[in-house]
């Protein structure tokens, strides 16, 4: 099982630029969470999906953030332009709603996307 | 709203102490709740669950007991090894959110040897 893949690992950008994160949730997943972590913040959600479509995306910080799930196995998020308090690791995780114990809906992450605006 | 608080860290202990991270939640309801664990350079992973008032999950020596009257879930290990490192995170979960959880900030958790 290949479990959630992130793309790229490390991301380091100018300010002013387009950053775009990828995901790949685990197969047969179908909700999908982009975190976001920061030594002052530490751990938000910034925006969940159930069956491709967002729920909430009250965390987005503002409008130059914005996420897509185009597909069960694809999903982006961008931020554009970039600045440098978006410093963070970004973390995508997906859970599966129909299977195992009621009540848990187990969250599976990926390793983060660190990104770095100068 | 729900929300959960857990203490603040860094927390540093010698190898083979007891460790308690204590955590406590704001929720209606009867939420689920979780222990995470994130390693050095990892993404969060799920360490322990409880689905109902008294249950008690555990996992690789950690344990912790769902307590509603308290609202509490403290993480519990009697004897810390170096590879316990790490930062842990408590969390819940509303049945009525599709699967969202409500993080803590995370309690860094340092083993010396």
């Known amino acids: 099982d290949a479990g959630v893949i992130q793309s790229p690992r490390h991301e380091v950008t100018e300010m002013g630029q387009e950053v775009t994160l990828r995901c790949k949730p685990i197969?047969?997943?179908?909700?999908l969470f982009w975190y976001r972590q920061t030594m002052m913040r530490g751990l938000e959600l910034l925006i969940y999906f159930n069956n491709n479509v967002p729920i909430d995306d009250s965390g987005m910080p503002e409008d130059r953030f914005s996420a897509k799930m185009p597909n069960a196995s694809f999903s982006t998020l961008k931020i554009q332009p970039s600045e440098p308090r978006d410093s963070a690791v970004y973390f995508c995780?997906?859970?599966?709603?129909?299977?195992?114990?009621?009540?848990?809906?187990?969250?599976?992450f990926g390793p983060g996307t660190r990104l770095t605006v100068t | 709203g729900d929300s959960v608080t857990q203490m603040e860290g860094p927390v540093t202990l010698s190898e083979e102490a007891f460790l308690t991270i204590n955590c406590t939640y704001t929720a209606t309801g009867y939420p689920s709740l979780f222990w995470y664990v994130q390693y050095p350079g990892e993404g969060l992973q799920l360490l322990l669950k409880a689905t109902k008032a008294d249950d008690k999950g555990s996992n690789k020596g950690f344990e912790a007991t769902y307590r509603k009257e308290t609202t509490s879930f403290h993480l519990e290990k009697g004897s810390v090894q170096v590879s316990d490192s790490a930062v842990y995170f408590c969390?819940?979960?509303?049945?009525?959110?599709?699967?969202?959880?409500?993080f803590g900030r995370g309690t860094q958790l340092t083993v010396w040897p």
């Open positions: 995780a997906s859970s599966d709603r129909r299977r195992g114990l009621a009540g848990t809906y187990e969250q599976y």
């Open positions: 969390a819940l979960r509303r049945g009525s959110t599709l699967g969202r959880l409500y």
């Open positions: 197969s047969g997943h179908n909700s």
